[in-house]
């Protein structure tokens, strides 16, 4: 079975500075996609990065970036000059065979 | 705004009652997929629809269905309502069938549910 485990319920950053948020995953797949999604206040999902599996390099978005350990099974997410809207819950999201899963999420609050 | 469209906004009723979710997708859209979000289950795949035709299945209850219409808008049906039902229901939109990195899934602002 797929499964997405977030390890820390809650984080929290100095503005400006840089905070990694961990994801890993367990599958049996070997054609997958990895993703980040943002949950700010609004409630709407927002996209933030995507990974294919069968890419080594890991995928960047401006300050956003991931270490993606496909042998760990592992994808966190880097976020550098941490800003105040960044402040939200980030999902971490495992795509194959048609079927998404999610992490249970990691709320990030950005310190001023 | 991501050009997912989800009515109502929110939505109060009690148990044993039916509600429907409507959701039209972003222009060009032709994959509707919908979700809930619990606070204890955390957010979850329900099901998938491509072009009028049920794609993919996740964990969706058999009290709930879903359906996409000729226009592409797809409805989410929820019968025989629990209190464990009270959740935020998300539908998302992407342009094919198959999720692939440069074409992303669109969600909606989500149809909050609450069972009395």
């Known amino acids: 079975a797929q499964t997405v485990t977030q390890s820390q319920p809650e984080m929290s950053v100095q503005e400006a500075e840089t905070v990694t948020l961990s994801c890993t995953y367990d599958t049996s797949e070997s054609d997958y996609y990895l993703f980040w999604y943002k949950q700010p206040p609004s409630r709407q999902m927002i996209l933030v990065i995507r990974q294919e599996a069968y890419k080594q390099q890991n995928a960047t978005e401006n300050r956003f970036s991931v270490n993606f350990q496909k042998a760990a099974k592992s994808f966190s997410l880097k976020i550098s000059d941490s800003q105040l809207g960044d402040a939200a819950m980030y999902f971490c999201?495992?795509?194959?065979?048609?079927?998404?899963?999610f992490g249970t999420g990691t709320s990030l609050t950005v310190i001023p | 705004d991501s050009g997912v469209t989800q009515t109502p906004k929110h939505l109060i009723t009690a148990t044993g009652q039916r509600v429907t979710l409507r959701c039209s997708p972003r222009s060009g859209d032709l994959s509707v997929y919908w979700y809930q979000q619990s606070l204890d289950q955390g957010l979850q795949f329900l099901i998938q629809?491509?072009?009028?035709?049920?794609?993919a299945k996740g964990n969706i209850l058999e009290r709930f269905s879903a359906q996409q219409f000729p226009d592409l808008h797809s409805e989410l049906n929820l019968s025989s309502l629990e209190l464990g039902d009270s959740a935020l229901y998300f539908c998302?939109?992407?342009?094919?069938?198959?999720?692939?990195?440069?074409?992303?899934?669109?969600f909606g602002d989500g149809t909050r549910l609450s069972i009395l």
């Open positions: 999201a495992y795509y194959a065979g048609n079927q998404f899963y």
């Open positions: 629809y491509y072009n009028g035709e049920e794609r």
């Open positions: 998302a939109s992407s342009r094919d069938g198959q999720v692939v990195p440069n074409q992303p899934q669109h």
